[in-house]
């Protein structure tokens, strides 16, 4: 818990220094030691084993070789190359996933402080790169992707060869997690995709709720993706912990469409498929691999969002101060109560 509560600390104080001086390496400090806790966490968090068992099944071509992405694995040949083990493995992605975060948050957030904040204590944002390390590389490089489509706030016309970069970015996460593929065709559906997100909220959970209830995604799934079939058929009880997201994304879609918020509609969109993929959990009393993963592609674009949404309900420092609490109780909530969170040791041997 020392190392949790250290990492809070360090957090608020250079996000307090950079709010009173202005000078970004304050501003990067606490994401550097974001990747500092992630990257040397030894036994700690659903997937340390896993990843340490991949790294020696994939230099045998064994197991669970066959299962992981070609990205991965050639992360993991390179790494061996020059001397590396699993442990600089995890470095480099928590390194990487930090770093676009930062990037991402101060391209997009009217807040960097507040969104800050709301990433590190979120237990579905940082700590969820403790659970799945890949999964939230790829989340980071899409995130990183979306100032190339014309997504900043300003609305100052984008870059001329954007989408091919973002495609480049969508391409290389995918190598990293396939679930990154089906985002390939999101600048594009921007497009056509109108702005009432309410109505859109309702029509795609009324949809998957359908199609799931009525075997089409199982029989789907079994005809084109066997093996992801296979995956997807590990199914509890639909988790209580996305209620408060649940909430969280109908709250914060009510509010941008009453206060007309004018930020770039992607988040909303994003936001609101995120919603929809919980809402359908609930509907339909299953937690899915499927629905459950792609929910947290969307649920960054709260990290824009809440802070977008303090200029609009007053009083405002009452609003901030309780998006703080918020924070502040889902950190130690997350720290305390996560799965194989405690108790945390630090592995600093990556070569060898």
């Not at 304050?26 to 340490?52: C, E, L």
């Not at 879609?253 to 609101?272: G, K, M, T």
């Not at 993963?293 to 809440?306: E, K, T, V």
Request: one cysteine or more; a positive charge.
């Amino acid at each position: 818990m020392i190392v949790y509560t250290s990492l809070l600390i360090v957090t608020v104080t250079s996000l307090t220094i950079y709010k009173s001086i202005g000078k970004k390496i304050w501003a990067m400090i606490p994401y550097a030691f974001m990747a500092f806790v992630s990257g040397f966490r030894s036994g700690v968090g659903a997937d340390y084993d896993t990843y340490k068992y991949w790294f020696y099944d994939i230099l045998a071509k064994r197991g669970w070789y066959s299962n992981t992405e070609l990205g991965y694995k050639l992360l993991t040949i390179v790494v061996h190359k020059i001397g590396g083990n699993y442990q600089l493995i995890l470095l480099l992605m928590a390194i990487v996933t930090s770093a676009c975060y930062y990037s991402f948050i101060m391209k997009f957030s009217s807040d960097f402080i507040l969104s800050t904040m709301v990433y590190m204590c979120f237990g579905i944002f940082y700590f969820s790169s403790f659970n799945g390390a890949r999964e939230s590389l790829a989340i980071g490089l899409f995130l990183y992707a979306l100032k190339y489509i014309d997504c900043d706030r300003n609305g100052d016309g984008g870059d001329r060869y954007g989408i091919v970069k973002y495609i480049a970015f969508i391409v290389v996460a995918t190598m990293f997690h396939k679930s990154a593929f089906i985002f390939a065709i999101f600048p594009f559906a921007l497009k056509k995709i109108g702005k009432n997100h309410l109505l859109h909220l309702i029509i795609l959970t009324v949809t998957g709720t359908i199609i799931i209830n009525g075997g089409i995604l199982d029989a789907t799934l079994k005809l084109f993706f066997p093996a992801y079939y296979r995956y997807s058929k590990y199914v509890f009880a639909a988790s209580k912990g996305y209620l408060l997201f649940l909430f969280m994304g109908i709250v914060i879609i009510l509010l941008c469409y009453r206060f007309e918020i004018v930020i770039n509609h992607s988040f909303l969109h994003l936001l609101v498929f995120s919603t929809s993929m919980i809402a359908i959990m609930y509907l339909t009393g299953r937690y899915e691999m499927f629905l459950s993963r792609y929910a947290s592609w969307g649920l960054p674009s709260i990290i824009i969002l809440i802070p977008a949404l303090s200029r609009n309900v007053k009083p405002r420092r009452v609003y901030s101060g309780l998006v703080y609490i918020v924070c502040l109780l889902y950190f130690f909530n997350v720290t305390t109560r996560g799965v194989m969170m405690l108790p945390y040791a630090f592995n600093f041997k990556i070569f060898g």
